[in-house]
């Protein structure tokens, strides 16, 4: 296994390249199950969850190249809609294998994820939005068997805006019969992404980002012909980065108002904010006020940016008052954090921090992939060095993570871990 090592303390300036979104890749890959051909993606970020997709897609008999951020993925022929536990359990979001295969195919057999670091995240909202557009769901030794020889549109009504249990439906809709309205959708920009990219392969949809999608259903689609949108998440942990090494960074490859909730935050905290049509620069004013939030639902702050945003308020001037409302367990990075000799008080779903002037290096263990971004930040701020250990877990969603740092004066590098 690898870990980074870290000397921290240097305030970090300059320009960063967003990487193609990683969860609006995972489903508008998968989605390339839905098109009777061959299709093309560009801007697909090279990470081990991409990685993953790319074996569960050739398991399935789609034929794939990947090179230079480009993936091609042919679907002319599907060998089976048999999704494994040993590779489902690599990465959650291979359910969302279900509704293509099921529209698709009219069957589909995906092991259940299991639970993961940051919640239990059941697929419940996913299987009862199948069953409403006519599917037969069963579940047997550890797998969804899920059948339809049609799927029938309907109006499905989420019981809470899920990012994927949204994309799920709206695949499986695309080749229904009949229209479907799907209601209290999420609004995510990486759903706004996958419409798109549908579009793209004849799919009829609109309404995406907003609650209310509606989907003409179509007998076949094409391949697929899209540039991944750029990663809002990846561009906010590196102006977080910013904000606690007391620099400016100007992060290139997305709309701002991807992130707006994030950087009305920023802007408390009393960063100035500049906004370009495709890039956003954070320059720091000196020691961050202490800022509070909660995490929401699109266009509410994002949770995948909670652990980025809490490492920044260790060293702020004041108390923040931090609440996770979207995962039960996604405080792992809390302890850790504490190694550093940062001040955090877990209270349910909140925690509080009390801004310290400093953090001390120390060697801290990664957990979940936003928590590991999190100790990267602690890291480059605590005075010493640090080493953070596990980070698989980055490298699932940061392409060339200290590759990007280094160019911004960072003093990082990834070595073995021989512990
Ligand atoms: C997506 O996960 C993202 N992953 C997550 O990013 C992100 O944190 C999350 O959306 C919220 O924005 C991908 O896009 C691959 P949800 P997803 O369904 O779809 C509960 C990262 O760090 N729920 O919106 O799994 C669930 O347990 C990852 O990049 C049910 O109860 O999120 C959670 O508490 C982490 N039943 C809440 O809803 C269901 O059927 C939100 O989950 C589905 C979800």
Same mark, same amino acid.
């Given at each position: 296994m690898d870990k980074l090592k870290i000397q921290g303390g240097v305030q970090l300036n300059g320009t960063v390249q967003v990487s193609g979104a990683k969860n609006a890749a995972l489903p508008i890959l998968i989605?390339?199950?839905?098109?009777?051909?061959?299709?093309?993606?560009?801007?697909?970020?090279?990470?081990?969850?991409?990685?993953?997709?790319? &074996?569960?897609?050739?398991?399935?008999? &789609? *034929?794939?190249?990947?090179?230079?951020?480009?993936?091609?993925l042919d679907a002319t022929k599907i060998a089976t809609?048999?999704?494994?536990?040993?590779?489902?359990?690599? #990465?959650?979001?291979?359910?969302?294998?279900?509704?293509?295969?099921?529209? @698709?195919?009219?069957?589909?057999?995906?092991?259940?994820?299991?639970?993961?670091?940051?919640?239990?995240?059941?697929?419940?909202?996913?299987?009862?939005?199948?069953?409403?557009?006519?599917?037969?769901?069963?579940?047997?030794?550890?797998?969804?068997?899920?059948?339809?020889?049609?799927?029938?549109? !309907? @109006?499905? *009504?989420? %019981?809470?805006?899920?990012?994927?249990?949204?994309?799920?439906?709206?695949?499986?809709?695309?080749? $229904? =019969?009949?229209?479907?309205?799907?209601? !209290?959708? *999420?609004?995510?920009?990486?759903?706004?992404?996958?419409?798109?990219?549908?579009?793209?392969?004849?799919?009829?949809?609109?309404?995406?980002?907003?609650?209310?999608?509606?989907?003409?259903?179509? !007998?076949?689609?094409?391949?697929?012909?899209?540039?991944?949108?750029?990663?809002?998440i990846e561009a906010g942990t590196f102006l977080a980065v910013a904000l606690a090494t007391r620099g400016k960074i100007r992060v290139e490859g997305l709309a701002p108002h991807h992130l707006e909730a994030v950087l009305a935050k920023f802007e408390s905290s009393g960063a100035k904010i500049h906004r370009d049509a495709d890039a956003i620069t954070l320059e720091s004013t000196g020691r961050a006020r202490g800022t509070d939030f909660q995490t929401q639902p699109f266009p509410g702050f994002p949770t995948d940016m909670q652990a980025q945003f809490m490492a920044a308020m260790c060293l702020a001037d004041g108390p923040s008052l931090i609440t996770e409302t979207?995962?039960?367990?996604?405080?792992?990075?809390?302890? %850790?954090?504490?190694?550093?000799?940062? =001040?955090?008080?877990?209270?349910?779903?909140?925690? &509080?921090? @009390?801004?310290?002037?400093?953090?001390?290096? *120390?060697?801290? #263990?990664?957990? =979940? &992939?936003?928590?590991? $971004?999190?100790?990267?930040m602690g890291g480059l701020c605590a005075e010493g060095e640090t080493t953070v250990s596990r980070i698989y877990h980055l490298d699932r969603g940061y392409e060339r993570m200290e590759e990007k740092l280094r160019s911004l004066g960072a003093k990082i590098d990834r070595v073995k871990d021989e512990s």
């Open positions: 989605s390339a199950i839905l098109g009777g051909g061959k299709s093309r993606f560009e801007r697909v970020p090279a990470l081990q969850d991409i990685k993953t997709t790319e &074996l569960v897609l050739n398991h399935l008999g &789609l *034929a794939s190249t990947f090179e230079n951020g480009v993936m091609t809609v048999d999704a494994p536990y040993d590779l489902v359990r690599k #990465m959650r979001a291979s359910v969302l294998v279900l509704g293509p295969l099921l529209a @698709r195919e009219g069957r589909a057999k995906v092991s259940l994820p299991g639970g993961c670091a940051i919640g239990a995240r059941p697929i419940d909202f996913h299987l009862s939005a199948l069953e409403k557009l006519g599917a037969k769901i069963t579940l047997e030794g550890g797998y969804v068997i899920a059948e339809a020889k049609r799927l029938r549109g !309907n @109006r499905v *009504a989420f %019981e809470f805006p899920s990012v994927g249990a949204t994309e799920n439906a709206m695949m499986a809709a695309t080749l $229904a =019969d009949g229209e479907t309205l799907l209601e !209290n959708c *999420a609004k995510e920009p990486e759903i706004v992404d996958l419409a798109i990219s549908l579009r793209s392969m004849g799919a009829k949809i609109e309404g995406e980002g907003t609650e209310h999608i509606r989907i003409q259903g179509v !007998n076949s689609l094409s391949g697929a012909n899209h540039r991944i949108v750029g990663d809002r979207i995962f039960e367990n996604r405080f792992m990075h809390v302890p %850790e954090l504490t190694r550093l000799g940062a =001040d955090l008080t877990i209270r349910g779903n909140s925690v &509080l921090v @009390r801004g310290k002037e400093k953090l001390i290096a *120390a060697p801290v #263990m990664a957990t =979940d &992939l936003r928590a590991s $971004a999190s100790l990267v």
